[in-house]
């Protein structure tokens, strides 16, 4: 209900509103933003589009379509891919297929208090590989199930249980 | 609904990825409102995915908030929300309704407007019609009276005056007979115009003995402007007559009728 009532006050554009939002998400939002980008510069710069465009869009979410998070995750998303696609961002690693969200984790070093930096490296580091391809896929990527199944040659509900059962364990690890 | 068997179905998951079809996320929407251990549920997932997300951001963000704040008044997709709407709807809703009458007013006087031009063009069409009618007569009638001073200027040409009778002494003909052509214009101008159902017949005669021969009617007397018509005539005319006949004219003339009569003159 809290959370109902904060988005509300966003929606009829109360700046407090918009930064305790951002305070909840900009994080989560830089590291989709960066996973996808791999450039911190720039993923910085779409950061502050991508919470333009939910200062602008706000009024145009409603909590039948879907959660307010994956509201957000489809924006940020969507300005990520939009911006790899975009003639200014020449990165050499555009095309690197192998890149997903684990070698992030496993090359930083400065995490923020929020995450249990030990607790949650150590976590992903035990998960097992399909686990991390399918969050990937589906989480940081935005892939559809169908997508995914094809990507990873794996029938559409077995996507589903599996997922179901990486997640699990995540949160096991996250919510103590 | 088992819920516990809808929890565990993974479907959950893919609603906070945003991986299900919009039709698909409006149901688990629905279905969310309804139970609270299915919100507890996708309230957890989401939150392990935001401390996972989290874990991927290169440092905190935090300190973008101020940048990103200067810029939110800058943004102009957002309609300004302190103003209040009320006023703000109004004044579209009246200017709306204003620009609407305006456009109509417009609209009707144009079309006024265009179809007085339209009735002017028209009219302006029908004078030019009848000028060209005129002209095109004016240049008949001068070709005709060109033709018919021709004819009288013609050296075969005799004219052969016919004088008024007693039934119309103010009457008088003329008729100008090319022998060689063997035509004979009559010139019925001072004719009274003949009553209904009555015709002209001009007659060729003979003196020795007195023989009428029909060489025609003088038709459609009424309509016809200058009043000359051109006959046939292959007779060895002395004289030409004019009787009222019936129309369709009569075998003999009908010589209380005679309304003009003249002798060719002796060459």
Known sequence: MQQDALILELQNGNERAFERIYHLYSESTYGIIYSIIRDEKI?????????????????????????FFTWILNIARNASIDKIRSKDFKNDRQNLKTDHFVDILETKTNFSEAVDSIGLKKYIDALKPVCKQLIDYLFFKGYTQKETSEELDMPLGTVKTRNRICIDKLRAMVIK | MDIQKYISSGILELYVYGALSEKESREVSCVLKEYPEVKAEVEEIEKALLTLSAATAPNNAEHLIDSIKEKLGASSLRPAPKTTPLRTINWITYSGWAASLLLLIGLFVFFNRTNELREDLNAANARNVQMEEQIAKAREDAEKAEELLAVIRDRNVKRIPLEGQQIAPEAFASVYWNTKENTAYIDAKELPEPPRGKVYQVWSLTMQPLAPTSIGLLENFEADDNKVFSLENQNQSEAFGITLEPEGGSETPTMDQLYVLGTVAAP
Do not use: H, M, T
């Open chain 1, 43 to 67: 993923a910085e710069e779409v950061l502050q589009d991508v919470f333009l465009k939910i200062w602008d869009k706000a009024p145009s979410y409603s909590n039948d379509k879907g959660r």
